[in-house]
C-alpha cells in the first residue's frame, strides 16, 4: 500500500494523487494523452484539468499502461464512458498481482447501465473493490481545504485499509458498508445538479434550489431503493452531500451545463466546448432507462433528460413540474 496507481490524469485524479503524496505514497498518475502526460510531467502542473496547482517531484506521470506492475493500491477515476476501454488497455499489467482497487468515477455507463465497480469486475474479475466517493471538488481538495468522502465495501477489512490510507487532517474518511449506494448517490446527483444549473440560468432563487434539492435526494433514494442500496445512504455525504456541493459550487461542471442551458445554449455546443466530462449528460440517459425499468418515478430526473435528450424547453419542463398531481410529502 506505499505505492499507488491512479488511472486519470483528470482534476479528481490528480487531487487524489495530492492527497496520496501527503501520506508518504509513492503515486504514479496514468494519463491517456502521452503528448499531455509528457507537459505534466516537464512543467510539474495540470493546466487543463487543475490549473495554479503544483504537482510534487515526488508524484510520477506517465502514458505507458505497461509500467504499472507493482502499485498496491489502483485508483480509477476515468469517466464511465470511457472506463471499459482504458481498463481493458491496462488490464495485462493490472491483473498481473492482486491489489485493491478504489472506483472513484462517479457515472453509468450508457449503453450497458452498468455502474463502474460493475465495469471493473466484468474487465478484471473479481477483485477486492472500494467506492470513493462525496462531495469533494477537486479544486478545494488540492488546496487543502476540509473535506469528507466515503470509502465504501462490502469487504469492511478492505474499507478501512483505504480509510486509513488516505485520511489527512484536511481529507477525512469514513467507512462506509453500502457501496452500491454510495456508488450511486455519485452518478445520480450528477443529473439533479443539471436540473440545480437549469435554475440558475433561468434565474429562480434559494426557494427552487431548496425544493430541487429536498425531491431531488428523494428520487436518489427512492431509484437506489429499487436497485438493492440502503435508503440511508443516499441522505448521507455521498448522497445530499455531494448534490448540495454539486448544486451550488461554481466548480461543478454539471451545474455549469444546466445554467448554460437555463440561459438558452444548445446541449451539443455546451458539450463541445467544454474541456472536462460532464457525467450527468449521459447518464441521464441511463438514469432514464434504470428509472424505466423499475417502473420507478423520478420527475426530476425526466424531465433533465427531455431538455438534454428530447430537446425540451427548460422554462416548459419547470412548468411541467410544478403542475404535477399533488400529492403527500411522505408518498415514496
Known amino acids: 500500500m506505499d505505492r499507488a496507481l491512479i488511472l486519470g490524469g483528470g482534476g479528481w485524479g490528480t487531487a487524489l494523487a495530492l492527497v496520496l503524496n501527503e501520506r508518504g505514497v509513492q503515486v504514479r498518475i496514468a494519463v491517456h494523452d502521452a503528448a ?33 506492475k507493482d502499485e498496491g493500491i489502483v485508483l480509477s477515476v476515468v469517466p464511465s464512458q470511457y472506463l471499459r476501454a482504458t481498463l481493458e488497455r491496462a488490464k495485462p499489467s493490472l491483473t498481473a498481482q492482486r491489489r485493491i482497487y478504489v472506483s472513484a468515477t462517479k457515472g453509468i455507463e450508457q449503453e450497458s447501465l452498468r455502474r463502474p465497480t460493475e465495469i471493473v469486475r466484468e474487465v478484471l474479475g473479481d477483485v477486492p473493490l472500494v467506492v470513493l466517493s462525496g462531495p469533494s471538488h477537486a479544486e478545494e481538495v488540492a488546496r487543502r481545504m476540509p473535506t469528507t468522502v466515503v470509502a465504501a465495501s462490502a469487504d469492511r477489512g478492505i474499507g478501512l485499509r483505504v480509510q486509513d490510507l488516505l485520511n489527512t487532517e484536511r481529507f477525512r474518511v469514513y467507512t462506509n458498508a453500502d457501496p452500491l449506494g454510495v456508488e450511486l448517490g455519485g452518478a445520480l446527483k450528477n443529473v439533479v445538479s443539471i436540473a440545480g444549473g437549469i435554475v440558475d440560468g433561468l434565474g429562480f432563487g ?69 474541456k472536462q466530462v460532464a457525467e450527468g449528460v449521459k447518464t441521464s440517459a441511463a438514469v432514464h432507462a434504470l428509472a424505466k425499468r423499475h417502473s420507478i418515478e423520478m420527475p426530476i430526473c425526466e424531465q433533465v433528460y427531455a431538455v438534454l435528450h428530447e430537446g425540451k424547453d427548460p422554462s416548459r419542463a419547470v412548468r411541467d413540474l410544478m403542475a404535477r398531481q399533488l400529492k403527500d410529502e411522505r408518498e415514496w
Not at 242 to 268: F, K, M, W, Y
Open 206 to 274: 434559494d426557494n427552487t434550489k431548496a425544493a430541487l434539492l429536498t425531491r431531488g435526494v428523494v428520487e436518489m433514494a427512492r431509484l437506489g431503493a429499487a436497485l438493492g442500496a440502503q435508503r440511508d445512504t443516499l441522505f448521507g455525504l455521498a448522497g445530499i452531500g455531494d448534490l448540495i456541493t454539486s448544486c451550488i459550487s461554481p466548480h461543478g461542471r454539471n451545474r455549469a451545463v444546466g445554467i448554460r442551458i437555463g440561459r438558452g445554449e444548445q446541449v451539443a455546443d455546451i458539450v463541445a466546448s467544454m
Open 36 to 68: 499531455y502526460a509528457k507537459e505534466m510531467a516537464a512543467t510539474r502542473r495540470n493546466p487543463r484539468y487543475l490549473p495554479g496547482i503544483e504537482l510534487p517531484e515526488r508524484i510520477a506521470i506517465t502514458a505507458d499502461p505497461a509500467a504499472h
